[in-house]
């Protein structure tokens, strides 16, 4: 029996001692990543101080020029896009920031048919949103806070250290080894859509997901509430769709007084050497998107 | 509440805490609500067709056992088992042979439309109709007692470890074990959660690893290039066997925690040298259950034709297996494809064991390894036409890995990570297939720190929010 007990206490020591010790060398790994989407994470959460945030899933990475804006304007800059994020993940990361009292000047969250409508995939969901922010579960309260609030399961899940960096080796060590010369956060791509493209119908089929309208409402209730400029922004798209979501958050934003812009809409944007592919624009289309966006912000800013 | 769902394991230990904790008389009716609740939470409509078919199952069995006439016994059991059967035909089938009749008599040119079933398929419904089949004949044979219990016909069917995946059981190894039913003891509940442990690995971090790249070549044929397709073709047996050996394993690891030993289900099939020991070693309840009660018999009443019942014997066994598999032509041909490959070896055993004796291959290991390859391939062949929803996609697959290469498509994270999970899997299956007595370390400190390292790896590299079991749908 008491040799029963020693091995029971052995295998609880040694587990939790070899869990502290994974989560230790993940954590240290990847809060010294300096590149790619880990590094933009993190600066957001933990220490950005930029008058304009930009916030939103893969567009805003590749959509939008900081320095093009940031000389126009005077002011500072960053964006963050993340990869098959949609609204759960944007609000995370614009709670984050007031939550640690920084204001900034405007807040802009980027958004698609995917922040409203049901994912059919493993993309733009609740899942995809708390797997790419639990590292930073202990970094920000408010991260913690959102997380807890979709999935109270994650409380104990969240005691593993190594739980929090479950299947996030290839992407650290990718964000601590190479180099994605990015500025602010901003990906240019480079490639060109073929000339002779023609804008394909793609007609959304999935239905509304109400947590995520609850979420946009969340969203603009916190930016309210301390007085930071939210403004909903619509990219450009190289196809045609019937934007069930867009206008559904368009009608959300008019309810609320809460300004909306839909850069889609933009005859200019009909040029398909503007896009690197359907969904993504280029750098040179980049480069319009964020005069445009610089544009309308120094009117606002007036 | 599937095995990998976070609920099983918070509520796994205390099912085993309080199934320790209940008086012996009472541990059948605590496993059965157990059963029931965990079936009734996924699907509680279809829980009463589980009843049903208890019901029916123990009523044929006493039937048959209080019948003296051996006729009438027979045309008892067949009755019972063609009404096991019905819901299975109605919910998985009956589309299936709608489609057909209908594509059929189109072919002739007469139009007709009969009403399609859109009901979700019931789990576990394939599993427990085989186990309830395979009962009533095991009673027609005498081969097994009647059992005389209600509730421990009803446990056999439901029990929630092996209801929804397998192993399929059989009633003479299931029912001296529900009767006895004793606690626990340390060794099983320390056997259990080491095969469950393994199991997850096999399942997280080997299966639905893998699937992340294969679903994603799989369900863009057109975009995908020949070289991914074959990749993704090449590694979708090894998904398949960690998805359904994981799962039989978790299966096998909670029954065991709960004192029941239930029958293996896989045996490093990747090491076999031909099809037929691949059958030997690849879900085997499932091939067992069909040797048994179709193979065994068909080949006897068969036995004039010598070689060619047999082979026949073997068509219509696997073309059953194809059909049990699936209710599409695809799985049908899948099956046949396995019947002919098995019927070339059987139809050439005598000759190919006379070649390799001449020549001494078997102890070479080139030809052994040339064997296993072959082997493997082949099966990764026929599941292009196994696994695939229809004969245009399997044969746009074949025709784009033969004719159409180019750059691979990658996902870094899914292939560096899945390539070595599989490897940790190939390692302890060559060991265990050729040096079973290597590594055999004795000091308990050593194997408890390896099986928590085991555990950490699957909650750093497992895919946790992962998908559904594949072998669920059947």
Same mark, same amino acid.
């Given at each position: 029996?008491?040799?029963?007990?020693?091995?029971?206490?052995?295998?609880?020591?040694?587990?939790?001692?070899?869990?502290?010790?994974?989560?230790?060398?993940?954590?240290?790994?990847?809060?010294?990543?300096?590149?790619?989407?880990?590094?933009?994470?993190?600066?957001?959460?933990?220490?950005?101080?930029?008058?304009?945030?930009?916030?939103?899933?893969?567009?805003?990475?590749?959509?939008?020029?900081?320095?093009?804006?940031?000389?126009?304007?005077?002011?500072?800059?960053?964006?963050?896009?993340?990869?098959?994020?949609?609204?759960?993940?944007?609000?995370?990361?614009?709670?984050?920031?007031?939550?640690?009292?920084?204001?900034?000047?405007?807040?802009?969250?980027?958004?698609?048919?995917?922040?409203?409508?049901?994912?059919?995939?493993?993309?733009?969901?609740?899942?995809?949103?708390?797997?790419?922010?639990?590292?930073?579960?202990?970094?920000?309260?408010?991260?913690?806070?959102?997380?807890?609030?979709?999935?109270?399961?994650?409380?104990?899940?969240?005691?593993?250290?190594?739980?929090?960096?479950?299947?996030?080796?290839?992407?650290?060590?990718?964000?601590?080894?190479?180099?994605?010369?990015?500025?602010?956060?901003?990906?240019?791509?480079?490639?060109?859509?073929?000339?002779?493209?023609?804008?394909?119908?793609?007609?959304?089929?999935?239905?509304?997901?109400?947590?995520?309208?609850?979420?946009?409402?969340?969203?603009?209730?916190?930016?309210?509430?301390?007085?930071?400029?939210?403004?909903?922004?619509?990219?450009?798209?190289?196809?045609?769709?019937?934007?069930?979501?867009?206008?559904?958050?368009?009608?959300?934003?008019?309810?609320?007084?809460?300004?909306?812009?839909?850069?889609?809409?933009?005859?200019?944007?009909?040029?398909?050497?503007?896009?690197?592919?359907?969904?993504?624009?280029?750098?040179?289309?980049?480069?319009?998107?964020?005069?445009?966006?610089?544009?309308?912000?120094?009117?606002?800013?007036? | 509440?599937?095995?990998?769902?976070?609920?099983?394991?918070?509520?796994?230990?205390?099912?085993?805490?309080?199934?320790?904790?209940?008086?012996?008389?009472?541990?059948?009716?605590?496993?059965?609500?157990?059963?029931?609740?965990?079936?009734?939470?996924?699907?509680?409509?279809?829980?009463?067709?589980?009843?049903?078919?208890?019901?029916?199952?123990?009523?044929?069995?006493?039937?048959?056992?209080?019948?003296?006439?051996?006729?009438?016994?027979?045309?008892?059991?067949?009755?019972?088992?063609?009404?096991?059967?019905?819901?299975?035909?109605?919910?998985?089938?009956?589309?299936?042979?709608?489609?057909?009749?209908?594509?059929?008599?189109?072919?002739?040119?007469?139009?007709?439309?009969?009403?399609?079933?859109?009901?979700?398929?019931?789990?576990?419904?394939?599993?427990?109709?085989?186990?309830?089949?395979?009962?009533?004949?095991?009673?027609?044979?005498?081969?097994?007692?009647?059992?005389?219990?209600?509730?421990?016909?009803?446990?056999?069917?439901?029990?929630?470890?092996?209801?929804?995946?397998?192993?399929?059981?059989?009633?003479?190894?299931?029912?001296?074990?529900?009767?006895?039913?004793?606690?626990?003891?340390?060794?099983?509940?320390?056997?259990?959660?080491?095969?469950?442990?393994?199991?997850?690995?096999?399942?997280?971090?080997?299966?639905?690893?893998?699937?992340?790249?294969?679903?994603?070549?799989?369900?863009?044929?057109?975009?995908?290039?020949?070289?991914?397709?074959?990749?993704?073709?090449?590694?979708?047996?090894?998904?398949?066997?960690?998805?359904?050996?994981?799962?039989?394993?978790?299966? @096998?690891?909670?029954?065991?925690?709960?004192? =029941?030993?239930?029958?293996?289900?896989?045996?490093?099939? *990747? +090491? /076999?040298? $031909? !099809?037929?020991?691949?059958?030997?070693?690849?879900?085997?309840?499932?091939?067992?259950?069909?040797?048994?009660?179709?193979?065994?018999?068909?080949?006897?009443?068969?036995?004039?034709?010598?070689?060619?019942?047999?082979?026949?014997?073997?068509?219509?066994?696997?073309?059953?297996?194809?059909?049990?598999?699936?209710?599409?032509?695809?799985?049908?041909?899948?099956?046949?494809?396995?019947?002919?490959?098995?019927?070339?070896?059987?139809?050439?055993?005598?000759?190919?064991?006379?070649?390799?004796?001449?020549?001494?291959?078997?102890?070479?290991?080139?030809?052994?390894?040339?064997?296993?390859?072959?082997?493997?391939?082949?099966?990764?062949?026929?599941?292009?036409?196994?696994?695939?929803?229809?004969?245009?996609?399997?044969?746009?697959?074949?025709?784009? @890995?033969?004719?159409?290469?180019?750059?691979? =498509?990658?996902?870094?994270?899914?292939?560096?990570?899945? *390539? +070595? /999970?599989? $490897? !940790?899997?190939?390692?302890?299956?060559?060991?265990?297939?050729?040096?079973?007595?290597?590594?055999?370390?004795?000091?308990?400190?050593?194997?408890?720190?390896?099986?928590?390292?085991?555990?950490?790896?699957?909650?750093?590299?497992?895919?946790?929010?992962?998908?559904?079991?594949?072998?669920?749908?059947?």
């Amino acid at each position: 029996m008491k040799r029963k007990v020693v091995l029971i206490i052995f295998s609880i020591v040694v587990l939790i001692l070899l869990d502290c010790l994974i989560g230790l060398l993940f954590s240290y790994l990847y809060h010294k990543a300096q590149y790619g989407q880990i590094a933009r994470q993190n600066h957001c959460i933990i220490e950005s101080t930029d008058d304009i945030i930009i916030v939103g899933s893969s567009e805003v990475m590749r959509n939008y020029d900081p320095a093009v804006i940031q000389d126009s304007l005077k002011l500072t800059c960053y964006t963050n896009g993340s990869e098959g994020q949609c609204i759960y993940y944007s609000y995370a990361i614009i709670r984050a920031i007031i939550e640690r009292n920084h204001f900034p000047k405007f807040l802009i969250c980027d958004i698609g048919n995917y922040d409203v409508l049901e994912s059919d995939d493993s993309q733009n969901n609740i899942d995809a949103a708390i797997s790419r922010l639990l590292p930073n579960y202990y970094d920000s309260k408010a991260i913690r806070s959102v997380i807890n609030d979709y999935d109270h399961t994650q409380r104990i899940k969240c005691l593993s250290s190594a739980y929090r960096y479950n299947s996030k080796i290839i992407q650290i060590v990718k964000c601590l080894l190479y180099n994605t010369s990015d500025y602010n956060g901003f990906e240019p791509n480079n490639k060109k859509l073929d000339l002779q493209s023609e804008k394909e119908e793609l007609l959304t089929t999935t239905e509304v997901e109400f947590r995520k309208i609850d979420c946009i409402k969340q969203t603009i209730e916190l930016a309210k509430e301390h007085g930071v400029v939210i403004i909903f922004v619509h990219s450009p798209k190289y196809y045609v769709s019937d934007n069930k979501g867009v206008n559904m958050i368009d009608d959300i934003c008019r309810e609320e007084g809460v300004i909306f812009w839909d850069f889609d809409s933009l005859d200019c944007f009909n040029n398909p050497s503007l896009f690197a592919d359907r969904h993504h624009l280029n750098k040179d289309g980049a480069a319009v998107l964020s005069r445009e966006l610089y544009g309308r912000i120094s009117q606002l800013n007036q | 509440m599937t095995f990998t769902s976070f609920k099983f394991l918070i509520f796994f230990p205390l099912i085993v805490l309080f199934f320790n904790l209940v008086p012996k008389k009472y541990r059948l009716y605590y496993l059965l609500a157990a059963s029931y609740t965990i079936y009734g939470l996924l699907q509680p409509a279809y829980l009463l067709l589980l009843i049903a078919s208890s019901i029916i199952t123990y009523s044929f069995g006493v039937w048959i056992d209080k019948t003296e006439d051996d006729e009438k016994k027979h045309k008892i059991m067949i009755g019972g088992i063609l009404l096991i059967l019905l819901p299975l035909f109605m919910f998985k089938y009956y589309n299936f042979i709608n489609e057909s009749i209908i594509s059929l008599l189109g072919y002739i040119g007469i139009s007709v439309s009969l009403p399609a079933i859109r009901w979700l398929l019931p789990l576990g419904i394939s599993y427990y109709t085989f186990m309830s089949i395979g009962y009533l004949v095991d009673l027609y044979n005498e081969e097994v007692e009647v059992e005389k219990n209600p509730c421990s016909v009803a446990l056999f069917l439901s029990f929630f470890p092996i209801v929804f995946s397998g192993p399929i059981e059989r009633a003479g190894h299931m029912f001296p074990q529900i009767s006895r039913m004793d606690r626990s003891k340390p060794s099983d509940l320390v056997a259990g959660a080491k095969m469950m442990l393994w199991g997850y690995f096999m399942k997280l971090c080997v299966a639905d690893r893998l699937s992340l790249y294969v679903n994603a070549v799989y369900s863009n044929v057109e975009i995908n290039n020949g070289s991914s397709l074959g990749l993704a073709a090449l590694l979708f047996p090894i998904q398949e066997y960690g998805d359904l050996a994981g799962y039989s394993l978790i299966a @096998i690891g909670a029954a065991r925690c709960l004192g =029941f030993h239930i029958i293996p289900n896989f045996r490093r099939p *990747f +090491f /076999a040298k $031909s !099809i037929s020991s691949f059958w030997r070693r690849w879900h085997m309840s499932l091939i067992q259950w069909l040797t048994d009660y179709i193979y065994t018999p068909m080949a006897y009443a068969l036995r004039s034709k010598k070689s060619w019942g047999v082979v026949g014997a073997l068509m219509v066994t696997f073309l059953v297996s194809g059909i049990w598999h699936g209710a599409t032509m695809t799985c049908v041909v899948w099956g046949l494809m396995q019947g002919v490959l098995l019927s070339i070896e059987s139809l050439t055993l005598n000759k190919r064991t006379a070649f390799e004796t001449k020549y001494s291959l078997e102890k070479k290991w080139w030809y052994n390894l040339i064997c296993i390859v072959c082997v493997y391939l082949i099966f990764a062949f026929s599941e292009i036409y196994g696994m695939s929803s229809s004969f245009q996609n399997s044969n746009a697959i074949v025709n784009k @890995i033969l004719f159409d290469h180019g750059p691979l =498509f990658l996902h870094p994270t899914s292939l560096i990570l899945g *390539f +070595f /999970a599989t $490897s !940790i899997l190939f390692f302890k299956d060559i060991r265990e297939e050729y040096f079973p007595k290597a590594f055999s370390n004795t000091n308990n400190y050593v194997k408890i720190t390896l099986y928590i390292c085991l555990f950490l790896y699957i909650l750093l590299f497992g895919v946790l929010d992962g998908g559904q079991f594949i072998y669920l749908q059947f």
